[in-house]
């Protein structure tokens, strides 16, 4: 159906799709671990604005041992409550 409507884009369906679940999934896990972490009870989530909020400090001090998770400082993550559901440990 791709081929169809995007003739010569030369995508596959299938390797962009899973590797766009692979990414939902690895910053799912990144937004995940800031908020259920256990050393990490000063992170908050904003249902409004869909995303992760804490103190300056405490972002500081996460990033320093945690790079990938400066991406997430000033971002929305609007899927988190529904790969939560799909992806959350029991």
Do not use: C
Request: glycine fraction near 2%.
């Amino acid at each position: 159906m791709l081929e169809k409507v995007l003739p010569y884009a030369m995508l596959k369906a299938k390797p962009n799709l899973e590797l766009r679940i692979r990414t939902l999934k690895k910053d799912w896990a990144t937004v995940y671990d800031m908020l259920s972490g256990k050393e990490n009870k000063k992170f908050g989530w904003d249902e409004h604005r869909q995303m992760v909020v804490a103190e300056d400090a405490v972002w500081n001090s996460y990033i320093n041992s945690h790079k990938v998770a400066d991406q997430f400082r000033h971002r929305s993550f609007p899927y988190y409550d529904q790969l939560t559901s799909i992806y959350a440990k029991d």
